[in-house]
């Protein structure tokens, strides 16, 4: 009775590995065929489309004077993706600070976390206006945002994404 016990699970097991062994050429006859060539360098060779640059003016507080830059480009990877870029300053300041952007997928509502967490600002975009709060790390101080887009020529849009991608972005990023 022992003995039975033991062949009967035996082969079972020796009957499902050969129906394993069949399935398993099946699936490898099927990815063999799949091509599996990365387009990483296709994703280097086309550069991102620009998307908006917008530079926006206003207050913080009502009476601290503020400037927010902000620039989308297409993502290297295509679909509804999106790479955001922002920067802001405080206008009796000569030093922008570099941002880290969140939004929502329509783009109304954003998150921008000051880089070295100083600061947090929540902002609801409306045709040509930022409106919303700053808020300190430590939650005990939030002061009211107003921005409105300022208008911009090729010149200015250039010196800014320089401050953007060649100081703040650079800078944090490099080795």
């Not at 570099?98 to 976390?113: A, F, G, H, I, W």
Request: negative net charge; contains cysteine.
């Amino acid at each position: 009775m022992k003995h039975l016990l033991l062949l009967i699970p035996l082969a079972f097991l020796s009957f499902n590995a050969k129906d394993n062994a069949s399935l398993d050429s099946g699936v490898f006859s099927k990815t063999e065929n799949c091509n599996f060539e990365s387009n990483s360098e296709n994703i280097k060779d086309k550069p991102s489309e620009i998307l908006r640059t917008v530079l926006y003016s206003g207050t913080l507080n009502g009476t601290i004077a503020i400037r927010l830059y902000l620039n989308e480009q297409e993502h290297p990877c295509g679909g509804d993706l999106t790479i955001l870029n922002a920067m802001y300053k405080y206008d009796t300041q000569e030093k922008w600070l570099l941002l880290s952007v969140t939004t929502d997928r329509q783009k109304e509502k954003y998150c921008l976390v000051e880089d070295d967490f100083s600061g947090v600002l929540f902002l609801e975009e409306k045709e040509d206006s930022f409106n919303g709060n700053w808020v300190s790390p430590d939650t005990k101080k939030k002061f009211q945002v107003e921005l409105k887009k300022v208008a911009l020529e090729k010149a200015a849009i250039e010196k800014l994404d320089d401050i953007l991608f060649d100081d703040l972005l650079y800078g944090k990023n490099d080795c």
